[in-house]
Nanobody
Framework: QVQLVESGGGSVQAGGSLRLSCAASGRHFSLDVMGWHRQAPGKQRELVASITRGGITVYTNSVKARFTTFRDNTKNTVYLQTDSLKLEDTGVYYC???????????WGQGTQVTVSS
């Protein structure tokens, strides 16, 4: 199992940016598909971005062209660059790892992102 620790959350005004990081330790990080999930207040957790071992990325429609995920396998770290933030981007962002196919076997503790007007 991979251990994941997120960082980089915080409070920002609408239109601003944050870069979230997820540091992995444990078994071989590069074997995993990595995903960023978001849980907004009162809503279910949703997958907003994912990146495969080979760097192929997928984004949910609401964040396309605003969020970018990338990974550095030499540092065992995956990132989520969030730009042009909107009020509705507020939530706890979780990093997750898995073998692919929508299966997530390891989760981080989450980092709070708060966007204000």
């Amino acid at each position: 199992q991979v251990q994941l620790v997120e960082s980089g959350g915080g409070s920002v005004q609408a239109g601003g940016s944050l870069r979230l990081s997820c540091a992995a330790s444990g078994r071989h990080f590069s074997l995993d598909v990595m995903g960023w999930h978001r849980q907004a207040p009162g809503k279910q957790r949703e997958l907003v971005a994912s990146i495969t071992r080979g760097g192929i990325t997928v984004y949910t429609n609401s964040v396309k062209a605003r969020f970018t995920t990338f990974r550095d396998n030499t540092k065992n770290t995956v990132y989520l660059q969030t730009d042009s933030l909107k009020l509705e981007d507020t939530g706890v962002y979780y990093c997750a790892a898995g073998p692919g196919g929508g299966s997530w076997t390891s989760w981080g503790q989450g980092t709070q992102v708060t966007v204000s007007s």
